[in-house]
């Protein structure tokens, strides 16, 4: 059974910590992606990263940065959190092969609050 | 820019019945890919339905099909038989024809199927 893992299912923090969220996924998978998923809004890119210590920029990627220095694992910074960034946060992996057409498999979520 | 908009935030379908969710979209490319995806409850996303642009038959599984209409960019989901499970937030989603797989999500649709 296919699986992504994340560290948390909910957590909260104080503004101006420095947050880590991570995520496992088991499935050997090259493209991994994390998001964030606001009512009304829809789930937005943050960042990707298609291979081992490659990334690339999303939509949203102001106040994030990222790191992949294994293959199944992909880790979301909040180098100094702020309250706008309370929200749900997804991750999600991908085979490269095939590319656009793969389907994304998403982890359970974390919903991070920020006060 | 691509963009997918979801125009139903809230929609609801007594069980056995039909219901169709709707997604309008936005891009100059003549290839790309089109996804529905399902969040149930507290529970992780999953893929529901794809659809290739070039392909001009509908996809269907079981219970799911889409009708895909590329002129009018336009992607609706239809469900049959609804069934109590099906109760979720739907999200239409866009990809690129490349190999990083990123989606473009819309707002999405919550779906209550009734007893």
């Known amino acids: 059974d296919v699986k992504v893992t994340q560290s948390s299912r909910y957590l909260v923090k104080r503004t101006g910590e420095k947050v880590f969220l991570e995520c496992v996924q088991d499935m050997d998978h090259e493209n991994m992606f994390w998001y964030r998923q606001d009512p009304g809004l829809g789930l937005r890119l943050i960042y990707f990263?298609?291979?081992?210590?490659?990334?690339e920029k999303g939509d949203i990627p102001e106040g994030y940065s990222v790191s992949r220095e294994k293959k199944e694992r992909f880790s979301l910074i909040l180098e100094s959190a702020s309250t706008n960034q309370t929200s749900m946060y997804l991750c999600?992996?991908?085979?490269?092969?095939?590319?656009?057409?793969?389907?994304?498999?998403f982890g359970p979520g974390t919903r991070l609050t920020v006060l | 820019a691509q963009t997918v908009t979801q125009s139903q935030p809230e929609m609801s379908v007594q069980e056995a019945e039909t219901v169709t969710l709707s997604c309008t979209y936005d891009?100059?490319?003549?290839?790309?890919?089109l996804f529905w995806y399902k969040q149930p409850p507290s529970r992780q996303m999953i893929l529901v339905i794809r659809q290739e642009a070039y392909k001009q038959q509908n996809a269907t599984e079981n219970r799911f099909s889409v009708n895909f209409q590329k002129a009018a960019k336009s992607f609706s989901l239809k469900i049959s038989d609804s069934q109590l499970g099906d109760t979720a937030m739907y999200f239409c989603a866009f990809s690129r024809s490349s190999n990083t797989g990123k989606l473009i999500f819309g707002q999405g649709t919550t779906l209550q199927v009734k007893p």
């Open positions: 990263s298609y291979d081992v210590k490659m990334k």
């Open positions: 891009t100059s490319e003549n290839n790309y890919y």
């Open positions: 999600a992996s991908s085979l490269r092969l095939a590319g656009a057409y793969n389907e994304q498999f």
